[in-house]
């Protein structure tokens, strides 16, 4: 079974819709992460957890807002979805305090708003 | 700002020769550096890590660092199309694991 998981893996909506979108580890790691990826952009680091009360924003916060339920799940809202949020977004993880900062990611949701 | 910059490419090479991936970083207290493989529609995944000044092999793959000149390169030995790819570098930002993405060169292995 994926390390990191998301769900869902395609999600096509329409503008004003409110969308969440999930990612579950099963690696027992302490920080979690949300990237949007968009073509000849690369990576861009919308928000991350370093634990279930840190929370911080990245790069790119604007329309969205996260949730970390619990230690191996955090979640991505989008309040009122708009077309430029079609992307390519991926949860990632990274190990626990004090250890690597390599970063382990799920197999990405891709995100169509018309 | 930091920044970490790639040639976007793409770069094209002979199946069986060495192909040569550079990424320069703008932070001198950076003190990680990652190499991801991304094929296309899939997510990133870990070539090399390298976190010392000189040379790391693993494989086929070889990742140089320079801290002075602030640069990080990865070498593929025996180019396969297998390896035909996106390849992103990221340098890590300060202490804080997070990490500054470049936005990646397309390798292309020519049979």
């Known amino acids: 079974d994926a390390d990191v998981t998301q769900t869902p893996r395609n999600r096509i909506t329409k503008t004003g819709k409110r969308i969440m979108l999930e990612c579950s580890q099963t690696?027992?790691?302490?920080?979690m992460y949300w990237y949007r990826q968009d073509p000849g952009l690369g990576l861009r680091l919308i928000y991350y957890s370093f634990d279930v009360k840190d929370i911080n924003k990245g790069e790119i916060s604007d329309g969205y807002s996260v949730s970390r339920q619990a230690q191996a799940k955090f979640s991505l809202s989008l309040e009122s979805a708009i077309p430029n949020q079609t992307a390519l977004y991926f949860c990632?993880?990274?190990?626990?305090?004090?250890?690597?900062?390599?970063?382990?990611f799920g197999p990405g949701t891709r995100l169509t708003v018309l | 700002q930091k920044e970490v910059e790639q040639n976007s490419g793409p770069l094209s090479v002979p199946e069986g020769a060495i192909a040569s991936l550079n990424c320069t970083y703008s932070d001198r207290v950076s003190q990680s550096f990652f190499w991801y493989r991304q094929y296309s529609g899939k997510s990133p995944e870990l070539i090399m890590s390298i976190y010392s000044n000189g040379d790391k092999e693993d494989g086929r793959f070889t990742a140089q660092l320079n801290k002075a000149s602030q640069y990080v390169s990865l070498l593929i030995r025996d180019s396969q199309p297998s390896d035909s790819a996106t390849y992103l570098c990221?340098?890590?930002?300060?202490?804080?694991?997070?990490?500054?993405w470049g936005a990646g060169t397309k390798l292309i292995i020519k049979p």
């Open positions: 990221a340098v890590n930002l300060d202490s804080n694991y997070q990490l500054i």
């Open positions: 690696k027992g790691h302490d920080r």
């Open positions: 990632a993880t990274s190990g626990v305090a004090g250890t690597t900062d390599t970063q382990y």
